[in-house]
């Protein structure tokens, strides 16, 4: 298969992704989105690594995926603490920045 | 040193200098009154002393002797110098100014005795500060040292003038005559200016080469003298500046009796007799001083006749005399002018100084208040009369010989109109100033007038002087003896000098003729004697012997007089020049300032605030709609680069 292959693909994931983000109401699938998109720029990186045959798109894949579950758990343990201060985990209810 | 007139003339200047200071850094001895007024007459008469032997030195030595230090330095040569020009004119005109100050002073110890004794001691120092900057003016060499003690003189008139602070009336004065004067003084530094900017220096002597040396372009020059003649115009009181000399009479009478005699006014003069070089080349020029010299003589005398109050009939004279002055140097003569300066200066002292010893014995400047006092006051009476034949130019007396000398003077300029405006000035002259003798010394004595201490005390005294000093009054009188009767010898004894003065420099002049730069037509002295008599005689039927009714004089010139109790409408003028020209100006620039300056800022700032009031609702707060944004960005920057990939 040609590179523009696995590239569509992550496009289309990372699109997914995006949408998600953009579209949910939810946190947690927010965060979905999110994981979707880092997965996206993954793929990316590993059909890199793979086509020009070097081992660094690897490396920082697994650099990526390690620093992914780091933000995911930090990401999760403010929509608790969110939740907890404002009984809810929906994103637009969380307006404090609004001008 | 008694035989260096640069040393004596220092001498003379300086030590009213030291003086002031003296008495305004060592307070206890200011606030003592009357040691510093000791320390302030002995300065002064040192002055007198030393000018005296200055002239006699000067008069020995045929060129100027010049003395100058430097203060300002630059590239080539200083730029501004300090010192001394020592000549006749000067010299004569520095033993003029010293001696009237030290009389007054001397007359001031009694005159001002229920003063406190803190308010004395400002009153000596403003004497001696006033001094010293009249005879920096005198015997500058430069034009630039000579503007700094010309502003100087200013100041001391303001701060003399205005001595009795606490009166409205008396501080408005003061001010008045500071903005009047200083109107014209913007037009003596314009001048300053523009001559250095044409002949490269201030210098007096190195001026008046360049221009006998014909080295200078004249054709801007007219500019230059108006400009100087301008300044002179607010100092001597010349039509229309002349308003703010008749309110200075709100001041202690012997301090108008300084201005109007000695310092001050006669500073325009001299400054047009020090500059006549630089007027002869601009014969425009001099002919507008000489036309509003002789209008202001006239307008001043007749002005002089309606007015009630016995000081600013005197201040009126003044400015008719200026006028007369600045006429003859108009003419072209400044040497007749430069005399009847300073033979005025000695008779109008005296008759300032009579003035106030009338004053003080009658306790109101209303001559309604006044008659019938040569009995009472019998010295000031004849020494008074002494002063009015000098001014009235009778022969014999002091202003005789300097006014026939001013009339010549016009005559031979050519100058018909002024001079009969000045021959009619001293027909009304003599009758002005004949009106206050008949009425204040020889008319029916009034009623509390000269023991008026008990009725009028309260309100002429009030009115005469602050109102602040009306307590203490009371206690001074067991140790003066003045009520009713001829001053102490402090007052008397300056009038008895400056009397004989009088009385000697119009003997002189009467039998020695000045020695005159034009021939006198032999009419002319007759014509001015029978001029003076007719108006002395005028005022004798009118005022002692009542032939003529006073009321139908005065409406046989009823449109005149009305104009004259209007004072000419010259002051109502300038405050309608204030009302209608500067605060319309403030009021159209307040507008600008208001509308069109503020307007431009408020609006910026109001859409400002509009614009980011609508901004503000793109930020939503909400997560989605910022990553929509940020993806929007980001893409619309990927199709931006795209071309450069």
């Known amino acids: ?40 720029v993954n793929i990316n990186l590993v059909a890199f690594s793979r086509f020009h045959d070097t081992e660094v798109g690897m490396v920082f894949t697994l650099f990526a995926i390690c620093i992914t579950v780091a933000e995911v758990a930090l990401g999760l343990a403010l929509v608790i603490l969110i939740f907890r201060s404002r009984k809810t985990a929906i994103a637009d209810h969380v307006d404090w920045l609004k001008g | 040193m008694m035989n260096d007139p640069i040393a004596l003339v220092l001498l003379a200047v300086l030590a009213p200098m030291a003086a002031f200071l003296l008495i305004a850094v060592v307070f206890p001895l200011r606030r003592a009154g009357r040691p ?13 002393v030393s000018a005296i032997r200055a002239w006699q030195l000067a008069g020995s030595v045929p060129e100027p002797i010049r003395a100058i230090w430097d203060w300002l330095p630059s590239e080539h040569g200083a730029f501004a110098t300090v010192g001394v020009l020592i000549d006749p004119q000067s010299t004569l005109m520095l033993i003029l100014v010293t001696l009237v100050a030290t009389l007054v002073q001397i007359y001031s110890l009694e005159y001002l005795h229920t003063e406190p004794p803190a308010a004395l001691g400002r009153y000596y120092a403003y004497q001696s500060l006033f001094v010293f900057s009249m005879m920096g003016v005198v015997i500058a060499p430069n034009l630039l040292q000579l503007f700094i003690c010309w502003e100087l003189v200013g100041v001391c008139s303001y701060l003399l003038i205005g001595f009795w602070y606490r009166k409205p009336e008396a501080a408005r004065a003061a001010l ?32 008046r080469q360049i221009i006998e040396s014909h080295g200078l372009d004249v054709t801007g020059l007219g500019l230059i003298t108006f400009c100087l003649y301008l300044g002179a ?33 006669t500073a325009g003069v001299y400054l047009l007799v020090r500059t006549d070089f630089l007027f002869a080349q601009t014969p425009d020029v001099l002919a507008l001083v000489a036309w509003v010299g002789g209008i202001t003589a006239l307008m001043a005398a007749i002005l002089a006749c309606v007015q009630t109050d016995i000081k600013r009939v005197l201040a009126y004279s003044t400015v008719s005399q200026l006028g007369y002055m600045m006429t003859a140097i108009g003419a072209g003569f400044a040497g007749a002018g430069f005399l009847h300066l300073l033979t005025h200066g000695v008779f109008k002292a005296l008759l300032f100084l009579g003035a106030g010893a009338v004053i003080h014995a009658v306790h109101s400047n209303e001559m309604k208040d006044m008659g019938g006092l040569f009995r009472k006051l019998p010295q000031v009476g004849i020494v008074f009369i002494i ?35 000045l021959l009619t000035a001293a027909f009304l002259t003599a009758f002005y100033m004949f009106r206050v003798v008949f009425v204040v010394f020889f008319g029916p004595p009034k009623a509390g007038a000269g023991h008026g201490h008990a009725a009028n005390h309260a309100a002429n005294h009030a009115a005469n002087h602050a109102a602040n000093h009306a307590d203490d009054h009371g206690d001074d009188h067991g140790k003066v003896h003045h009520s009713g009767g001829d001053p102490g010898f402090l007052m008397a004894g300056p009038l008895w000098t400056l009397a004989l003065i009088a009385l000697a420099i119009g003997g ?61 409408w010259v002051d109502d003028l300038f405050e309608a020049m204030y009302r209608r020209l500067l605060l319309g100006l403030a009021r159209v620039i307040g507008w600008t300032d208001r509308y069109i300056v503020d307007g431009v800022l408020n609006v910026i700032s109001a859409w400002t605030l509009d614009g980011g009031d609508a901004l503000r609702r793109i930020q939503t707060g909400r997560v989605g709609d910022y990553i929509f944004a940020l993806a929007a960005g980001l893409l619309v920057l990927m199709f931006w680069m795209g071309g450069s990939f």
């Open chain 2, 176 to 207: 008045k005559a500071f903005w009047t004067t200083k109107a014209g003084d913007v037009g003596l530094l314009i001048g300053i200016v523009l001559i250095y900017r044409l002949a490269g220096t201030f210098d007096l002597l190195e001026l």
């Open chain 2, 387 to 421: 002063g009015t034949l000098s001014l009235a130019g009778v022969p014999l007396f002091a202003g005789f010989a300097s006014k026939e000398e001013v009339l010549g003077a016009t005559l031979a300029g050519g100058f018909m109109g002024p001079f009969l405006m």
């Open chain 2, 508 to 568: 002189y002049f009467t039998l020695n003729h000045p020695e005159s730069e034009f021939v006198l037509p032999g009419w002319l002295t007759p014509v001015a004697v029978l001029v003076a008599l007719g108006g002395i005689l005028l005022a004798f039927l009118t005022y002692e012997r009542q032939a003529v009714s006073a009321d139908a004089l005065a409406s046989a010139f009823g449109p005149i007089r009305r104009a004259a109790l209007a004072k000419f």
């Open chain 2, 233 to 265: 115009m607010g100092k001597s009181a010349q039509f229309p500046l002349h308003v703010w000399l008749p309110d200075a009479m709100e001041g202690p009478t012997p301090v108008s009796a300084l201005i109007h005699a000695a310092t001050m006014v």
């Open chain 2, 36 to 48: 510093a007024a000791m320390v302030s007459i002995l300065a002064v008469l040192t002055s007198l």
């Open chain 1, 1 to 40: 298969m040609p590179l523009s292959a696995y590239l569509t693909l992550a496009a289309i994931l990372f699109s997914i992704g995006l949408f998600g983000v953009i579209t949910r109401r939810n946190t947690v699938g927010i965060l979905l989105g999110v994981e979707l998109m880092l997965n996206a």
